[in-house]
């Protein structure tokens, strides 16, 4: 439900950066979403599609590039993707784990002409 | 065609906002609590039991934050502390811009206390930082001790776990144990607290860690 939200944030960032490089356009917006997120990927998409008209993004594509959780364990240094949404070592089953990836909500890059 | 690299956090609005938010906190002394929780699990009436004890000592305020009406608000006022609404019409979380707003109502710069009970919503609210010290995720026995493993995000953006409604767990399948298990898997930093607001079990425990916050607040500002 929040999903529209941040996709109108998505949308004026990409059109704020795509005006100040003299773009025209706006072909394909990438965002990376860690898992830890509260995303719904059609949620957005939809939200994103419905936004983005009439904008100069009308046309574009969104790119939705799915983050793992990545950890690392502050215990035995075991560096790996968590299973589920657990903070826990796979190894050793500590919960001192702190998160290498997953927590991203950010735009990667647009494409513009 | 041209490739433009950002990388830029998507909520940075609102994390600009939380920011000078949470530096006005700091500079007046205020521990600033989030509590968030699904819809009836207790926040005001925790609220209403809690609020007693840290207003005769502290000065205290309250934002509260629902879809629609100002019940909660009046509820609060009527134990004698200072309370603003925000009605988010159809929206599903508090932003920190609302609580910026909101501050001038409650004499927002003189507080030791600002507690903001976001809307009742086990997703959406963990997305948006508020300026806030410390997260509160409550959970009452009714509910179900998966919640945790169900609504992950939430308790990982938690700093403490508030089980509520304990009075009532001969009546239902909650396992407290489970559940307090569930939720040091997602974060094993969580404290915890088993508390019901009817029979006063445990409160003394959340005051306790409210006025520790508060003392701390201080000795930093």
Redesign the interface.
């Known amino acids: 439900?929040?999903e529209t939200?941040?996709a109108q944030?998505?949308l004026?960032?990409?059109i704020k950066?795509?005006l100040e490089?003299g773009?025209k356009k706006i072909?394909n917006v990438a965002?990376k979403v860690g898992k830890?997120?509260?995303i719904d990927e059609a949620s957005l998409r939809f939200a994103f599609d419905a936004l983005k008209e009439e904008t100069m993004a009308a046309n574009a594509t969104f790119e939705y590039i799915d983050v793992p959780l990545t950890g690392k364990c502050e215990e035995c240094g075991y560096e790996s993707e968590l299973e589920?949404?657990?903070?826990?070592c796979p190894k050793c089953s500590?919960?001192?784990?702190t998160i290498l990836t997953g927590n991203e909500?950010?735009?990667?890059?647009?494409?513009?002409? | 065609m041209e490739k433009i690299e950002i990388n830029q956090k998507v909520l940075s609005k609102n994390d600009m906002d939380a920011a000078e938010l949470r530096n006005r906190f700091k500079k007046n002394g205020t521990f600033t609590v989030n509590i968030m929780s699904s819809p009836g699990s207790g926040k005001t009436s925790l609220l209403e039991k809690i609020l007693g004890a840290l207003s005769s000592k502290y000065n205290v305020a309250v934002i509260e934050g629902d879809l629609q009406t100002e019940n909660d608000k009046e509820r609060i006022e009527k134990v004698g502390v200072k309370a603003v609404q925000i009605q988010t019409g159809g929206a599903c979380h508090l932003e920190a811009a609302e609580i910026e707003k909101k501050l001038p109502f409650v004499d927002g710069d003189n507080l030791d206390l600002l507690i903001i009970e976001n809307v009742g919503n086990l997703v959406c609210p963990s997305e948006y930082d508020l300026g806030q010290d410390a997260n509160i995720i409550l959970l009452s026995v009714t509910e179900g001790d998966d919640k945790p493993l169900k609504y992950p995000t939430m308790f990982f953006a938690g700093d403490i776990f508030i089980i509520n409604k304990v009075d009532l767990a001969p009546y239902v399948d909650f396992d407290i144990n489970k559940a307090v298990e569930n939720a040091k898997k997602i974060k094993s930093t969580l404290e915890e607290f088993i508390i019901s607001c009817k029979t006063e079990e445990g409160l003394d425990k959340v005051i306790d860690w409210f006025e520790r916050g508060i003392l701390a607040k201080k000795q930093c500002s």
């Open positions: 439900m929040h939200g941040i944030s998505i004026d960032i990409a950066t795509a490089n773009a072909n965002v830890m997120n509260a589920g949404y657990f903070v826990l500590s919960g001192r784990v909500l950010e735009i990667a890059y647009i494409d513009i002409e």
